[in-house]
């Protein structure tokens, strides 16, 4: 839904599948549009073309609106195991990275993928890593590159901060984990 200053609607949007959806983020791109980050429950039905194979049971689901509102594009990405979107951010050339999580054989792993500002996949990179990952936030930083927020639990399930600073072209550039005395987590 957009609303306006005085929190009258401007205009309501339905979307999704005959599945279970669920949206985790929903970010303002410079153009004006949205783009809502997510998830969908894998669909099977013929009726439902862009979602009839499924990847995995959840898929990232991605749907990106114009500034008035109109559906540009909806589409899922994933690995054959289940796959959350997390959250996402808009590049200068207009591509856009997403932050994500994959969970497989008790493990939860982060992923980074970059696309076009049409949905179409350039790059998906995966961090896997004998610890539970949970990934948290996508920050554009003023040098153009970006950093990717990351929750790790260790051996003892003691939570620290990892941070994964990489540029356009999935090159890592500093991949630093903090540890604390207690229990530290960073979400913005």
């Known amino acids: 839904a957009k609303l306006d200053a005085n929190a009258n609607l401007v205009y309501f949007r339905y979307f999704g599948t005959k ?19 997510g998830s969908s429950f894998t ?18 689901f991605l749907t990106r ?16 195991y289940d796959d959350q979107g997390i959250d996402a951010v808009e590049a200068n ?12 054989d008790q493990h939860k792993d982060a992923s980074l993928m970059r696309i076009t500002e049409n949905g179409n996949r350039i790059w998906l990179k995966h961090y896997k890593s004998t610890n539970l ?21 260790n051996d003892m399930q003691k939570e620290h901060i990892r941070l994964i600073k990489f540029d356009l072209y999935k090159n890592v550039l ?11 987590g960073l979400n913005d």
């Open 43 to 60: 669909s099977r039905a013929t009726t439902d073309n862009m979602f009839k194979t499924g990847l995995g049971n959840n898929d990232i």
């Open 174 to 184: 500093i991949d630093r984990e903090i540890t604390t005395t207690y229990p530290s």
């Open 93 to 104: 050339d207009g591509s856009i990275l997403v932050l994500s999580t994959t969970y497989h």
């Open 133 to 153: 990952l949970q990934p948290k936030k996508l920050i554009k930083l003023r040098d153009g590159n970006f950093v990717a927020t990351i929750t790790e639990y």
């Open 19 to 37: 599945n279970y959806d669920k949206m985790n983020n929903l970010k303002l791109l410079s153009d004006g549009g949205v783009l809502s980050v």
């Open 65 to 80: 609106f114009s500034k008035d509102g109109k559906m540009l594009w909806s589409k899922k990405f994933g690995t054959k």
